[in-house]
């Protein structure tokens, strides 16, 4: 089974940052009355125009024929072009309700910079490293212009193309909202960036408008990770990098990795208590000071797995959250 085979084309659209794990891919799919649906719709730079444009060229066709535009998760290299493709074509914009503020952007109004700011010292992060994030949030900001209405997509619903019908997976952690395709009998998984063939996806750190996080990015993502192993997967089609097979021994390998990481956290805790950033450089000695919030998402995240599994336990003092082990009984 290939994607041609669905009536689906892979379009890779260059991304700006290396974070990404190379260019993000677009997918589009025949629908039943001749139009067209995307899966993901790039970034919304000059050069993500451009790749797009010419994917549609390749294939003889235009923007306007699009019908629906489907968005897996609230990230700028997945749905910064969506506003554009939208007012070409007059297509819906469909995403997860989790994820609709990332795509409205009400996620990064100044309020919410400031709750990102407030949480991110609290996990101990240097006050002059702080203006990196905001930087950070801003330059988004010029990537992906703003969606007014966003449909919902959600668990279980049933997406019917020309070639095939998918099932929405509601696979929470990379964001709260990411779904996945699961085109079952022909056996495909668009996985976007829940699962990739060579890059560990970011469990990245949400605060969905909130002053404390409900949403812990990598418990979830394990969670989720559990239900695709167990899909009878033939071919995954990712939101980076080419269609691949092996998902069960891919996820293997992410999850000895995972576990590599939280064994190096509590011997760092053996030493004594700390803060999520007093770990980072500890675990992450290269990161640059512009990556203080994906690293502060990696560090938190396996965290809260340890917090979750009671290797460690977690206290605040003086406004700072501190991690240290469990005694074991």
Known sequence: ???????????????????????????????????LALFDAGIGTKEGREALLAGFRALGRSLGEVRRIFISHGHIDHYGYARAAQEESGAP???HPRDHGKLTGRGRSPQGLDLYAAYLERLGAPRELLGHVRVHFQDTQRMARPLEVVEP????????????????MHLPGHTPGLVCLWAAEQRVLFSDDHLLERVSPNPLLDLEGKAEPEHKALCAYLRSTERVRQLPVSLVAPGHGEPFTGHAEVIDRLLVFYDRRQTKILDLLREGAATPAELAPRIFPHAKPSQLYLVLSEVMGNLEVLEERRKVRREEHRGRIFFSLREQT
């Open 93 to 95: 914009v469909y995403c």
């Open 153 to 168: 997509l959600s668990e279980g619903d049933r997406l019917r193309f020309a070639r095939f019908s998918a099932e929405v």
């Open 1 to 35: 089974m290939t994607l041609a085979d669905l009536g689906v084309t892979r379009v890779p659209v260059p991304v700006p940052f290396i974070e990404a794990g190379g260019p993000a891919n677009v997918y589009v799919i025949e629908e039943a009355d001749g139009g």
